[in-house]
């Protein structure tokens, strides 16, 4: 079973900053596999932010650019998105998300508000 544990989100304004966490139970063989952050505002579908690979090669929402950075700790089985500069428009929940074994996992995610 592979469980997927989001922290970090929270209240924030606009230019501001926050670091999100995604803790990866040892289900999941996880130095092999990619990682993505995904969020979803209200009335909205929800939307890629960013993934990394098991290389580290990453991409990003062309929203997101320049201003948030995903990166993997194997060691420690985490996956990060810091994300810089927030707009109002980055409200939304964040979810951390995998593929395995033709299965996608998500977390419970974590609530993101950008606002004064």
């Known amino acids: 079973q592979v469980q997927l544990v989001e922290s970090g989100g929270g209240l924030v304004q606009p230019g501001g900053s926050l670091r999100l966490s995604c803790a990866v139970s040892?289900?999941?063989?996880?130095?092999?596999?990619?990682m993505k952050w995904y969020r979803q505002a209200p009335g909205k579908e929800r939307e890629l932010v960013a993934g990394?690979?098991?290389?580290?090669?990453?991409n990003y929402a062309d929203s997101v650019k320049g201003r948030f950075t995903i990166s993997r700790d194997n060691a420690k089985r985490m996956v990060y998105l810091q994300m810089n500069s927030l707009k109002p428009e980055d409200t939304a929940v964040y979810y951390c998300?995998?593929?395995?074994?033709?299965?996608?996992?998500w977390g419970q995610g974590t609530q993101v508000t950008v606002s004064y």
């Open positions: 040892s289900g999941l063989p996880f130095r092999f596999y990619g």
């Open positions: 998300n995998t593929r395995w074994q033709n299965l996608d996992y």
């Open positions: 990394i690979t098991s290389a580290g090669n990453t």
